[in-house]
């Protein structure tokens, strides 16, 4: 179907209401023939989102392909290897008082129409990842991509309703006017990811429609480096993590914490990482993003004179470069330390030892992501016992997102609810109780 005017946000919402009162989304043929056109438009059409990408966020075509369109395909494929055996009814025991001729089971039912909220970081991603679990699990959805990424924001309006069933999948393409539009109709789920100021928005939208939400946060995350650790393995994987996608990565190391002998230690460490990574001028390194638009290079600049600079400390506001940046003896009262840096500035904060790094921790807010760079047992251990975070990575940032059979999501702060392969199901469907007793 198309559409020469725009369709109000009601009458979108009350479109696909219709088809999913159909029950033309609840067979698994459905989904999986929704499932199998999105890897098409995926494998089809690499090159103009990953020029999309770059004009969005400067991201090399290895980049946008590894963290995006790869990366979501990887996830449609270990949906369709998957999905039949995830959507099997689940049998539970059944007290003795039923009589022996009674069964019981769950069963997962579609939620209805889902909205679906996606940020500018990872803009394919974001957006694409969730509709594969609503999808998967029978839904129809509305796909809210962001504006701050316009050139995939209109490729995504463009393809998705090329490939998807139209009258089952809706793009709505808007900033703050419309998503506030959308946000006053009846869902029932909101999956958003951003950030915490408009998560609650989200939440209190849903609040009056008593739907429920999933909120993917942020925060600052953590990297706890112990003083036993190889710290050039460190500082290679730390500035890997830190500066892809320029540092505006949700689960991107936030900041180091480790004792002072170690500090010193790591800064020619990441010297040595940075230039491996990108060269002596990372300004001309085709590995190396930008940052989104001119208020958050404003920001970043502004958190540049935190530190001791280590490594980089420079930008071009023209160009929206902001090198990476790696600053020493940074005070936890200074600015770089009070909000999420979303930016490829690194601070090193020192602690004494691990029961300061733990308190240092617990202090702050719940991050999505702590990550752990420690030979001892014992020391993991303890951080894994007595912290609490989304997700923990030992030894490897980012990477336990990639994990399809890992739930990715945050805690307090960094959000609520997860997804990826199997908790997308859990996420957009519901899990019906069904008793049985025979009539005679
Ligand atoms: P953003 O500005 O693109 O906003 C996200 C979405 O919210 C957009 O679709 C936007 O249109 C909408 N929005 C913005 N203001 C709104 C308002 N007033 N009312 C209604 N809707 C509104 O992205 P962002 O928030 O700058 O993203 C960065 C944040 O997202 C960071 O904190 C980052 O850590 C977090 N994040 C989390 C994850 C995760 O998976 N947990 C992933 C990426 C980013």
Same mark, same amino acid.
């Given at each position: 179907?198309? =559409?020469?005017?725009?369709?109000?946000?009601?009458?979108?919402?009350?479109?696909?209401?219709?088809?999913?009162?159909?029950?033309?989304?609840?067979?698994?043929?459905?989904?999986?023939?929704?499932?199998?056109?999105?890897?098409?438009? #995926?494998?089809?059409?690499?090159?103009?989102?990953?020029?999309?990408?770059?004009?969005?966020?400067?991201?090399?075509?290895?980049? %946008?392909?590894?963290?995006?369109?790869?990366?979501?395909?990887?996830?449609?494929?270990?949906?369709?290897? /998957?999905?039949?055996?995830?959507?099997?009814?689940?049998?539970?025991?059944?007290?003795?008082?039923?009589?022996?001729?009674?069964?019981?089971?769950?069963?997962?039912?579609? #939620?209805?129409?889902?909205?679906?909220?996606?940020?500018?970081?990872?803009?394919?991603?974001?957006?694409?990842?969730?509709?594969?679990?609503?999808?998967?699990?029978?839904?129809?959805?509305?796909?809210?991509?962001?504006?701050?990424?316009?050139?995939?924001?209109? *490729?995504? %309006?463009?393809?998705?309703?090329?490939?998807?069933?139209?009258?089952?999948?809706?793009?709505v393409e808007g900033g703050?006017p419309e998503t506030?539009a959308l946000?006053?109709?009846?869902?029932?789920?909101?999956?958003?990811?951003?950030?915490?100021?408009?998560?609650?928005?989200?939440?209190? *939208?849903?609040?009056?429609?008593?739907?429920?939400?999933?909120?993917?946060?942020?925060?600052?995350?953590?990297?706890?480096?112990?003083?036993?650790?190889?710290?050039?393995?460190?500082?290679?994987?730390?500035?890997?993590?830190?500066?892809?996608?320029?540092?505006?990565?949700?689960?991107?190391?936030?900041?180091?914490?480790?004792?002072?002998?170690?500090?010193?230690?790591?800064?020619?460490? !990441?010297?040595?990482?940075?230039? %491996?990574?990108?060269?002596?001028?990372?300004?001309?390194?085709?590995?190396?993003?930008?940052?989104?638009?001119?208020?958050?290079?404003?920001? #970043?600049?502004?958190?540049?004179?935190?530190?001791?600079?280590?490594?980089? $400390?420079?930008?071009?506001?023209?160009?929206?470069?902001?090198?990476?940046?790696?600053?020493?003896?940074?005070?936890?009262?200074?600015?770089?330390?009070?909000?999420?840096?979303?930016?490829?500035?690194?601070?090193?904060?020192?602690?004494?030892? #691990?029961?300061?790094?733990?308190?240092?921790?617990?202090?702050?807010?719940?991050?999505?992501?702590?990550?752990?760079?420690?030979?001892?047992?014992?020391?993991?251990?303890?951080?894994?016992?007595?912290?609490?975070?989304?997700?923990?990575? =030992? $030894?490897?940032?980012?990477?336990?997102?990639?994990?399809?059979?890992?739930?990715?999501?945050?805690?307090?702060?960094?959000?609520?609810?997860?997804? /990826?392969?199997?908790?997308?199901?859990?996420? !957009?469907? =519901?899990?019906?109780?069904?008793?049985?007793?025979?009539?005679?």
């Amino acid at each position: 179907m198309t =559409h020469s005017i725009p369709e109000q946000p009601a009458d979108v919402v009350a479109r696909l209401r219709a088809t999913f009162r159909t029950g033309r989304t609840k067979p698994v043929e459905w989904r999986t023939a929704q499932l199998r056109r999105l890897r098409e438009l #995926l494998t089809e059409n690499g090159p103009d989102l990953a020029a999309a990408l770059h004009a969005d966020l400067g991201k090399s075509s290895t980049e %946008a392909h590894r963290t995006e369109i790869d990366f979501t395909i990887r996830e449609i494929d270990h949906a369709l290897d /998957h999905l039949a055996d995830w959507l099997r009814p689940e049998p539970a025991p059944v007290p003795a008082h039923l009589g022996a001729d009674a069964s019981a089971w769950t069963q997962y039912d579609p #939620l209805g129409v889902v909205l679906v909220i996606a940020p500018w970081n990872y803009p394919a991603q974001l957006l694409l990842a969730p509709l594969v679990g609503a999808l998967a699990a029978g839904n129809a959805v509305v796909a809210k991509p962001s504006e701050l990424a316009p050139a995939t924001s209109s *490729a995504l %309006a463009r393809l998705l309703p090329a490939h998807l069933d139209t009258d089952a999948v809706a793009v709505v393409e808007g900033g703050i006017p419309e998503t506030t539009a959308l946000l006053a109709e009846r869902f029932d789920h909101i999956f958003y990811t951003g950030n915490g100021a408009v998560g609650r928005i989200v939440m209190r *939208a849903a609040a009056e429609h008593l739907t429920p939400v999933t909120l993917e946060l942020g925060g600052k995350s953590p990297a706890f480096v112990d003083r036993d650790a190889d710290l050039d393995v460190v500082a290679d994987r730390l500035a890997r993590g830190k500066f892809l996608n320029a540092g505006q990565t949700c689960v991107a190391p936030d900041y180091v914490l480790t004792d002072p002998a170690t500090a010193a230690a790591l800064e020619p460490a !990441f010297a040595r990482a940075v230039e %491996a990574l990108y060269g002596n001028d990372p300004s001309v390194s085709a590995e190396y993003g930008r940052i989104v638009n001119e208020r958050h290079f404003d920001r #970043l600049a502004g958190l540049l004179d935190s530190g001791r600079v280590v490594v980089g $400390g420079g930008g071009d506001r023209t160009q929206k470069y902001i090198a990476p940046t790696v600053l020493a003896d940074v005070d936890p009262k200074s600015p770089v330390m009070q909000e999420e840096i979303f930016g490829p500035i690194l601070p090193i904060v020192t602690v004494p030892d #691990l029961d300061a790094a733990i308190d240092f921790i617990n202090d702050r807010e719940k991050p999505l992501a702590l990550y752990v760079f420690s030979e001892s047992e014992g020391t993991r251990g303890r951080i894994a016992a007595e912290t609490s975070s989304g997700g923990l990575g =030992h $030894g490897l940032p980012l990477a336990h997102l990639t994990v399809s059979d890992l739930p990715f999501g945050g805690v307090g702060e960094s959000g609520m609810g997860s997804y /990826h392969g199997r908790y997308s199901i859990e996420t !957009f469907s =519901h899990r019906k109780a069904v008793l049985q007793k025979p009539l005679s």
